[in-house]
Nanobody, 119 residues
Framework: QVQLVESGGGLVQAGGSLRLSCAAS????????VGWFRQAPGKEREFVAR????????YYADSVKGRFTISRDNAKNVVYLQMNSLKPEDTAVYYC????????????WGQGTQVTVSS
């Protein structure tokens, strides 16, 4: 079973950028399609973006489309989420998750990394 560990979160001003990383151990991340999710205080967890096993297919929530980019480097066993033009409403704990299945049902989750965007 793979373990996923997120990093790269922090405090940034509105309009700034962060790059989150999702690193895998225990199994190669290429075995998994990977999604990013986020959960803000008092809100339900929401989908942000996902990427297919090879990286050839990506999909984004409307709220981040054009600002966030998901990518993967299977050789380095890492999936990234580049976040540009950040807004205060992007503040949340960000989680990556891995799916072994074509329906993108997620089997394994990381512990999360905090992103805070100040206005």
């Amino acid at each position: 079973q793979v373990q996923l560990v997120e990093s790269g979160g922090g405090l940034v001003q509105a309009g700034g950028s962060l790059r989150l990383s999702c690193a895998a151990s225990g199994r190669t991340i290429s075995s998994y399609a990977v999604g990013w999710f986020r959960q803000a205080p008092g809100k339900e967890r929401e989908f942000v973006a996902r990427i297919s096993w090879s990286g050839g297919s990506t999909y984004y929530a409307d709220s981040v489309k054009g600002r966030f980019t998901i990518s993967r480097d299977n050789a380095k066993n890492v999936v990234y989420l580049q976040m540009n033009s950040l807004k205060p409403e992007d503040t949340a704990v960000y989680y990556c998750a891995g799916s072994l299945r074509r329906d993108y049902t997620y089997d394994v989750w990381g512990q999360g990394t905090q992103v805070t965007v100040s206005s």
